[in-house]
């Protein structure tokens, strides 16, 4: 048995080792944090998850738990592609870790992705409230930035181009060299543009590229004035360039659609080899399996190709469910909140898809082709009314252009429809005046030309417009393509 003495000797041992204990406890968020980091480094997503959770659970008042909710968010969105799952770990960092850095990030990245969720103006209300937040809560963190060019996106989705061209504004005084404030200048000269103030418009263009010559946001800035210029200034006479590429003589299968995607690039769809493919530097390369009797034919502005039959929609190559069959579609198009627009010879009304819910209708007869419009809406040809609607994301007509109007003689019959990011507006027309017309996005006639003025001789029945603002042509009887500029 030990002494009392011995026993004395022993408890200022014990003094010495419970404080030591009592810093490694303190210590303890911080070195599971880093252990985390360190598996997170090298892609042991496992062992990372495994050990922030463990981190949040003893720890959750520490900053530490914090960033790792919010890096755990981070990852859902990321890596597992799982939004829905991000969003309670972006609340809670919300609720009970306001004053950590994390906060800020937290609420902005909670807001874009309510903001993708948006499928109708009702929507967009709780995701402005996190932007808001952001700005009013946190006016000196950096995410302000990304907040202001967030809400400035949201405003002009509601076309409301006031509000969203202050935000934009706002968004690059913040930080007029980054990236954020060239985005959000790019935008605001498409915002102008839609408010009408083209000479605005061009003068923002033509800043950005003179002030950041080799950025991305340049390069797109600089097709847009190209084309803006030659199409609402210039106007030059049509002329047929002809073959396109050069020199390609029946070198197609039957083409019948075009399709333009959010990059520029064109897809092809051939009739005789049931093919959608992308053409790239002269060479189709096939764009999803071979598909049947396609009617219709669009580019995602996520870069996904749907086909249209009368089966349904076929989504990157997978095959539409049952019970989606069209009688007989013949034009589609996307609006600004990721609703699918279809018209039918055999309806009289238009059928719009949401992403998830049930269809709607829109009242509009004999409708023979669609394509999206700038600002969140379509524009449909309705042979029956022998007009052309221009119509917000509502289904609300806007501007109504006469087939015909301001041309030398009358059409009777739009073949085929296309348009392009600066709300332009192209047609191939049938009747008395047979050939093809451009128009601006405020329905103004900007140029157009007969097929024998242009000395072509085919079966045209697809166009698209390219960033050079020329038109591209589909002789299905010639089997190629034809560019006039």
């Known amino acids: 048995m030990p002494s009392f003495a011995t026993g004395m000797r022993c408890f200022p041992l014990v003094l010495v080792v419970v404080p030591a204990l009592l810093a490694q406890d303190a210590d303890l968020p911080e070195r599971l944090f880093r252990s985390g980091e360190r598996a997170y480094a090298v892609r042991a997503y496992p062992e990372a998850m495994e050990t922030w959770n463990q981190l949040i659970q003893q720890a959750p008042k520490s900053p530490f738990a914090a960033h790792a909710l919010m890096n755990l968010a981070r990852h859902m969105v990321e890596v597992e592609k799982r939004p829905d799952e991000a969003l309670p770990l972006l609340e809670r960092i919300k609720s009970e870790h306001l004053k950590t850095p994390w906060a800020a990030e937290a609420m902005l990245l909670r807001g874009q992705l309510l903001m993708a969720r948006c499928r109708a103006p009702q929507d967009v209300k709780e995701p402005q409230a996190e932007f808001n937040r952001v700005v009013d809560l946190f006016p000196d963190n950096p995410c302000v930035q990304q907040a202001r060019f967030e809400l400035g996106q949201s405003f002009r989705l509601l076309g409301q181009w006031g509000p969203a061209l202050q935000n934009y504004i706002e968004a690059v005084g913040l930080d007029p060299a980054s990236a954020v404030a060239r985005a959000a200048q790019l935008q605001a000269a498409e915002t102008l543009d839609l408010m009408g103030d083209t000479t605005g418009c061009l003068r923002m263009l033509q800043f950005l590229r003179n002030r950041f010559p080799d950025s991305p946001e340049s390069q797109e800035a600089a097709w847009r004035i190209q084309v803006r210029v030659k199409e609402r200034l210039q106007k030059p006479p049509l002329r047929s360039t002809g073959p396109w590429p050069e020199g390609r003589q029946k070198w197609l299968k039957t083409p019948t659609l075009l399709a333009t995607g959010p990059g520029g690039e064109l897809y092809v769809y051939q009739d005789d080899q049931d093919q959608a493919s992308l053409l790239k530097d002269g060479q189709l390369t096939p764009a999803g399996p071979p598909a049947r009797n396609i009617k219709a034919m669009l580019a995602t502005p996520g870069g996904q190709l749907w086909l249209i039959s009368r089966m349904g929609v076929i989504k990157d190559g997978v095959p539409p469910p049952a019970g989606s069959a069209f009688p007989s579609p013949n034009g589609a198009a996307m609006d600004g909140w990721g609703n699918l627009w279809l018209s039918d010879a055999k309806t009289s009304y238009l059928q719009v898809f949401p992403p998830e819910g049930p269809p709607r209708t829109v009242p509009v007869a004999g409708t023979v082709a669609l394509a999206a419009l700038p600002t969140g809406g379509v524009v449909a040809a309705s042979d029956e009314s022998r007009s052309f609607l221009f119509m917000d994301s509502d289904g609300k007509t806007q501007i109504t252009v006469p087939y015909g109007k301001d041309l ?75 560019r006039v500029d």
């Open 408 to 482: 030398p003689a009358p059409f009777k019959y739009v073949v085929a429809l296309a348009s392009d990011p600066l709300g332009h507006v192209a047609a191939l027309v049938d009747g008395d005046f047979e050939g093809v017309a451009v128009w601006g996005p405020d329905g103004a006639l900007l140029r157009s030309a007969t097929y024998k003025t242009l000395g072509l001789a085919g079966k045209f029945r697809a166009i698209a417009l390219d960033r050079q603002g020329a038109l591209i042509l589909a002789d299905r009887s010639n089997d190629l393509l034809i």
